[in-house]
């Protein structure tokens, strides 16, 4: 190896850490309803009576969401509405307390968060308003519906409808394009997720617009492909393990190999998706 190239790969991690955060990008989905591109999909409602922010990305990313948050509204945030319990989700709350925002989440939210060191960083990290069902905002000329949706990705997803915009911020009941994560461990399932996302389908049309907890903005027609992979994949998995394979031999069968080129990614490669509905399916 050349020298400068063998420099070049030992420099790399040095130049990483001094470089300036990457600038966020916005798409304005709706009249005053953004969503910032950001990991873990986050929303944006501003308005003439409020700012309403759909979950804050990961605890490091806090300064940039609120920067980028402020400069869209004119003003500081003045609700953070956490869709599910996850560090990509929830992990800048303390960061937007702190900038004067209420946190309103699911009960089962604060109730994980309570006992989770890495969540429960300090004052204003947990919700301060929590909901058992829906809890409806009435600003800025819209109607925001925030529902749960039980035991799909986890125990405490919500989704927000907004009626007047016809936009579903779904958090990560939607992972567009590619395969989902159902975080068993933390409440979720595959037939609840299922079932959340044919009720996201059922609420909306041809003109939705979907803020995905992962990937890009989405469609109804998007949706309706990915819930049809999701169906016929735990239906394939289904069928192996009703032929008594054990999950070592299902996955070395890859059930799922004709999804592989277009739903496999770095963090749900094919064969985590794979013992995920294994688990799922054969668990009581
Ligand atoms: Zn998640």
Do not use: C
């Amino acid at each position: 190896m050349k020298l400068f190239a063998l420099l070049a790969i030992l420099l790399a991690p040095m130049a990483l850490a001094q470089e300036p955060p990457e600038p966020i990008e916005h798409t304005e989905v709706a009249p005053g309803i953004f969503m910032l591109h950001t990991i873990g999909g986050v929303g944006l409602l501003v308005g003439d009576d409020y700012v309403v922010m759909i979950d804050d990305s990961m605890r490091q990313r806090g300064d940039a969401v609120v920067e980028k948050a402020e400069a869209l509204a004119g003003r500081p945030v003045d609700f953070v509405i956490n869709t599910h319990v996850h560090a990509d989700h929830v992990g800048a709350n303390q960061t937007l307390a702190e900038s004067g925002a209420l946190i309103v989440a699911h009960d089962n939210i604060r109730k994980r968060m309570l006992d989770d060191a890495e969540l429960n960083t300090g004052p204003g990290a947990l919700p301060v308003i929590t909901f058992s069902d829906n809890v409806t905002f009435h600003i800025n000329g819209q109607e925001a519906f925030v529902f749960h949706i039980p035991s799909a990705h986890t125990d405490g997803d919500a989704a927000i409808l907004f009626r007047e915009a016809n936009v579903i911020a779904p958090g990560d009941l939607v992972f567009r394009g590619i395969f989902p994560y159902i975080d068993l461990d933390n409440g979720g399932n595959v037939a609840g997720f299922i079932a959340g996302m044919e009720r996201l389908i059922d609420m909306s049309n041809d003109e939705t617009k979907f803020i995905s907890g992962h990937g890009p903005l989405g469609t109804r027609a998007e949706l309706q492909q990915d819930l049809a992979m999701l169906k016929d994949a735990a239906s394939l998995v289904k069928a192996l393990v009703d032929k008594g394979m054990d999950a070592e031999q299902i996955v070395a069968a890859n059930p799922l190999a004709k999804y592989h080129d277009d739903y496999n990614w770095r963090f749900i490669t094919t064969e985590r998706m794979t013992k995920t509905l294994i688990r799922s399916l054969t668990e009581k």
